[in-house]
């Protein structure tokens, strides 16, 4: 039996456990860019940012295949110590991502209609798991962590620039609704994790032009996420919010103050009464078509709970829920009056991966969001160098902005279909690798 190493070692105990990390300059394998690099970057800018359907010249190009494609093939011909599978795979996150690709692999033949779980597997999910193994294999050390996550701010900050470009708002209709890819709901969402993103990049030292360009990414989300009008989106916004001014610790209490007074004069400058009216429904459930509609989120909800335990082991079948909505839900079985069924999807997150995998489903899934949080407290109580003058080491900086992205992405999430979307899996990449290389920092790779 080969011995693993200490590295290895340290990084398979508990997510909790110190890892005393030497100074970042005693690690130089990511002191540049390289190849393989550019091409998770650009394969990042097209899976969050979907920039080749916001540019349609690059529509053509299969600019997510192609880049995948070349990373894949980089990753196997380069390697390297600090690029090996082993790390990643003994990580707990990534095995309940593969429990996850696994059941819905399986829940394939007693789908409800088995050509959607199957295209859901081969087309889409099973794709972002190969290049969540890969992105999370691929960074060699805190420096490619902190590129790629510019680059996922990068990624929804242009988003956010076309569609304040092209799409307008106004008395007739106050909110954006269907984009490119995501709805506005879901834009909502993704403005709302890349925003303690753009927080951090603001306020590290240097260079300057990524934090003059990272204050301009959050003001195009701010003002985005005001325009999506997302009442869900709202309140993962407040969560963000308050984890932030508690818990962030990465500048003084008084610049964080400033900072979130600053996104209020944002709000206050581009909200109308039409908005705020909008918003104050939430505090109102009672009037809401949510609860009280047979196709509100509240009664969609009480019938996916029925699909789970209907279907407790496999789940009615990936990318299946509409159809259970349309072909076994209580109200297909016994329709009334002329409007016919509405084959909606889950809205929530939660519900969508127990009522599609079952309860199996569910469980990986919550221990995958589960162990991710695990392993950034992980990375915020290890013994980590830091400069002269600094606050709190930038690895602890980052961790603090990845947990507050990951509890955007709870709560946006709870009232939302986003289980499988590669906004979430392309930030546990990140976040698993930032939890590899401080295991890296901490002493050499065995060969």
């Avoid at 680059?151 to 304040?164: K, N, P, Q, R, T």
């Avoid at 964080?256 to 944002?266: D, G, I, Q, S, Y």
């Avoid at 602890?396 to 590669?422: E, N």
């Amino acid at each position: 039996m080969v011995n693993p190493g200490p590295v290895a070692a340290r990084f398979a105990s508990s997510p909790l456990g110190a890892v005393p990390v030497r100074p970042p300059a005693s690690v130089s394998l990511d002191r540049r860019w390289d190849l393989l690099l550019v091409c998770l970057a650009v394969y990042e800018l097209a899976a969050v940012g979907r920039v080749h359907q916001l540019f349609g010249f690059l529509e053509p190009l299969h600019v997510a295949l192609l880049a995948a494609g070349l990373a894949i093939c980089l990753y196997i011909t380069v390697g390297g110590r600090a690029r090996r599978f082993r790390l990643v795979l003994q990580t707990r996150t990534t095995r309940c991502v593969l429990a996850l690709a696994v059941w819905m692999a399986l829940s394939i033949p007693g789908a409800l209609w088995p050509g959607g779980a199957f295209h859901m597997f081969t087309d889409e999910f099973g794709k972002t798991v190969v290049m969540y193994l890969v992105l999370a294999a691929a960074l060699r050390g805190f420096l490619d962590v902190e590129r790629l996550a510019f680059v996922y701010l990068l990624s929804a900050g242009i988003y956010a620039g076309v569609i304040l470009a092209r799409f307008q708002v106004g008395a007739e209709q106050w909110r954006l609704g269907s984009l490119y890819y995501y709805d506005a709901n879901e834009f909502a969402t993704l403005a709302v994790m890349s925003l303690p993103l753009g927080v951090y990049f603001m306020v590290r030292p240097r260079p300057l032009w990524r934090r003059l360009v990272s204050g301009i990414a959050v003001a195009l989300l701010a003002v985005g996420f005001v325009w999506a009008g997302s009442r869900g989106g709202f309140l993962a916004l407040l969560a963000v919010a308050v984890f932030l001014l508690v818990r962030y610790r990465g500048i003084q209490m008084r610049w964080r103050a400033l900072t979130t007074a600053l996104l209020a004069l944002v709000f206050a400058a581009t909200t109308t009464d039409t908005y705020w009216e909008k918003m104050s429904t939430i505090l109102q459930p009672k009037d809401d078509y949510n609860v009280t509609g047979e196709q509100g989120r509240v009664k969609v909800w009480k019938r996916g709970l029925g699909y789970m335990l209907q279907h407790p082991v496999l789940g009615v079948g990936a990318d299946n829920f509409a159809t259970a909505e349309g072909t076994i839900s209580p109200l297909a079985r016994n329709p009334t009056g002329r409007a016919g069924v509405k084959w909606s999807v889950a809205h929530n997150s939660f519900l969508q991966v127990g009522a599609e995998l079952g309860v199996p489903g569910l469980i990986f899934f919550l221990v995958m969001l589960g162990s991710a949080f695990g392993a950034l407290r992980a990375v915020q109580r290890t013994r980590l160098w830091r400069a002269p003058g600094e606050r709190s080491p930038p690895t602890v900086q980052l961790a603090q902005a990845f947990t507050a992205a990951l509890v955007g992405y709870v709560v946006g999430g709870f009232f939302l279909s986003l289980t499988y979307r590669d906004m979430l899996y392309t930030l546990l990449a990140l976040i698993v690798a930032l939890r590899k290389s401080a295991a890296l920092a901490a002493g050499p790779v065995p060969p």
